[in-house]
């Protein structure tokens, strides 16, 4: 069974730190690796991927994640939090050899940037 | 395009009430799915859609059902409403399953808020 974890609940930077958002998966195989932000009262949007290559992505609004397969993490990161950056950021992940096609997300984490 | 649409954005059930919520999606694209989402849960699959006629559970489909006779729409019914199943539910959609061919993104709708009483 596949399963993610995003292990804080809440992170709070100041306005031009780094920010790193948390996020460790399980999967029988090998994952697809998602990053999604969900601004207030919205859906959705998709930030970036991880399916092959690179362990470090780059995604809209200059936020990367580094895919590490010994850890199993897929950490988010943006080298300069901006106050704009605050929102709740879900980490999902697909089994890429699983016969299903279920993406599962993980519980979400609200990142709050102080100015 | 207008993307993925939802109707109502807004929805108050009795107990025990039916409703449908729909979803639809100019984009062409043959994955849909539905999930709900519930403080400290995140988002959790409901059922899910690899083309028309074609239909999955995911991981809460109890209660629910979905039907896709069409590649643009993909309702989710709840048969008989209990006060469990006051959520947040957004449809989404994409090409292909995530991951598939190297895509990745799925389009989100708004999402209906549903409160059962």
């Known amino acids: 069974a596949q399963s993610v974890a995003q292990p804080e609940d809440q992170v709070n930077v100041a306005e031009g730190n780094p920010l790193t958002v948390k996020c460790t998966y399980s999967v029988s195989g090998n994952p697809y690796l998602f990053w999604y932000v969900q601004y207030p009262n919205r859906g959705l949007q998709f930030l970036l991927k991880?399916?092959?290559?690179?362990?470090l992505v780059k995604g809209s609004y200059g936020f990367e994640a580094e895919f590490n397969k010994s850890q199993t993490s897929f950490h988010l990161k943006k080298p300069s939090a901006l106050v704009s950056d605050s929102a709740l950021y879900f980490c999902a992940v697909r089994d890429r050899y699983s016969s299903a096609s279920k993406i599962i997300f993980g519980s979400g984490t609200r990142l709050s940037i102080r100015p | 395009n207008a993307g993925v649409t939802q109707t109502p954005k807004f929805q108050v059930l009795k107990t025990g009430q039916s409703m449908t919520l729909q979803c639809a999606q100019d984009?062409?694209?043959?994955?849909m799915s539905w999930y709900r989402q519930d403080p400290g849960m995140g988002l959790r699959l409901i059922h899910y859609s690899v083309g028309a006629g074609i239909t999955d559970q995911g991981e809460v489909p109890n209660g629910y059902n979905v039907s896709r006779s069409t590649t643009e729409d993909f309702p989710l019914r709840l048969l008989s409403a209990a006060p469990s199943q006051t959520s947040v539910y957004f449809c989404?959609?994409?090409?292909?399953?995530?991951?598939?061919?190297?895509?990745?993104?799925?389009?989100f709708g708004p999402g209906t808020r549903l409160t059962v009483l």
């Open positions: 991880y399916i092959t290559g690179d362990n």
């Open positions: 984009m062409n694209h043959e994955y």
């Open positions: 989404a959609s994409s090409p292909f399953p995530p991951g598939t061919s190297g895509r990745g993104e799925q389009f």
